[in-house]
């Protein structure tokens, strides 16, 4: 077992690191106050990150990525946390694992367009009655002719759509219908600008400001066959097993490198501040809360740690991520809220970022997959599985 990490690893966590202290860090407070990102400036991050090769760095290097290992790539969204969620899109990019099931004319058409950042995706499952239950969507495909060749209908609407507005099209799930007349869950690529696909209204969010999220509707939109992903049917399949490494590095990292971040910032308050001619961080209370919050972020990083490297073992890695899922977004929520109390009312005032950081760390608990559904998917294989999901030698 060698837990250290490597030279170029460390020089490409440093190479992140400086990126958002230096490009990114300083539009943060500028976002906040509007509550979007000026498209120049986007620009000029994206393109400042992709001549450092910061841009889809999870994407295969063969096709224009980066080519990282899962634990590699771990490394960097860790880093990744330390900024907000627009940012890290628009620099490092969003480019989502099951794009990867492009075949054919799809690649050149939406996969390596996505990979190089002059198309960006955004991906829709939610709908306003199917959220957790993510298998009880009723937006629907049929198939039918269109022009003479084989096509498909797209009828429904989703919300909650990340990035929706940056987006130039939608890995969109939808029901469609076997040989044998029963339903399924397919996935396709629809281009935003198709005649029946309509934006709606950005739905306003507590936190993670800057991001939009947006509701979509497809009124008899028609696509070409060449918009469906992988094979008919296996859209859940193909959308949930790709995902997880999605739920690993965009909500186990992050959630990671956030609350590292966070807690930095507690240490440094505790230190700095200074209450019946001492510094609070001598008083035990305050001592305990820097101490739990400790212990929390290296026990939740070396779950995100393990779960990557066993991915990249070829292992399967599916309970162990819905457990880092839990674990790091609720340690995120503890130390935010250690942060607010240590920081007093500093931590409550919008002069300083604690107040922002905690409204932005609640969504963790809930995207990708609420705590208690991955607390009922861990329950489920512990009845099963017994020791073996929790006892290295069994
Ligand atoms: C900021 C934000 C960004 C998002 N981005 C996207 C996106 O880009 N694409 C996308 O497709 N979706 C996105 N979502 C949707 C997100 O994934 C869902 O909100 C999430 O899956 C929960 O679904 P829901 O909101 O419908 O809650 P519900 O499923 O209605 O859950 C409500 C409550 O019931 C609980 N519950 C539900 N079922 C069970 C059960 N079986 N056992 C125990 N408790 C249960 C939940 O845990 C929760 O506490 C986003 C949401 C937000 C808020």
Known sequence: MDFSLNDEQKMMIDTVRRFIAEELKPLEDEIEDQGFLAKEKAQV???????????GMNMPAELGGGGLSNLDRILCEEQFGHTTDILIRRAFGNVY?????????????????????????????????????????KTHAKKTTIDGKD????????????DGEWSDFFLVSARTDNAAGEKE??????????????VGKDQKMMGIRGTPHLELFFDNVPLEAVTLLGAEGQGFKLAMGALNVVRLAQVGARAV???????????DYANERKQFGQKIGDFQMIQQMLADSVIEINAARWM????????????????????????????????????????????????????????????????????????SVIAKM?????????????
């Open 97 to 137: 694992e099951p794009l990867l099931h492009c075949k054919g004319e799809q690649v050149e058409r939406w996969l390596k367009p996505a990979i190089e950042g002059a198309r960006t995706c955004a991906i829709t499952i939610t709908e306003s009655g199917a959220g957790s239950d993510a298998a009880g969507i």
């Open 304 to 375: 995100v740690y393990h779960a990557a490297w066993m991915l990249d073992q070829g292992m399967d890695a599916r309970e162990q991520i819905a457990m880092v899922k839990v674990q790091a977004a609720e340690t995120l929520g503890r130390v935010v809220d250690r942060a607010v109390q240590i920081f007093g009312g500093m931590g409550f005032c919008k002069e300083l970022p604690i107040e922002r950081y905690y409204r932005d760390a609640r969504i963790y608990r809930i995207f990708d997959g609420t705590s208690e559904i991955h607390r």
């Open 151 to 162: 096509g498909w209908v797209l009828n429904g609407s989703k919300h909650f759509i990340s």
């Open 257 to 267: 490198g956030k609350a590292s971040h966070v807690c930095e910032l507690m240490v």
């Open 382 to 394: 512990v009845m099963k599985k017994g020791a073996a999901l929790f006892d290295v030698n069994r």
């Open 45 to 55: 991050v994206h393109e400042k990150a992709k001549a450092l090769g910061l841009y």
């Open 185 to 198: 869950i397919s996935m396709f690529m629809v281009d935003k600008g198709l005649p029946g696909f309509t």
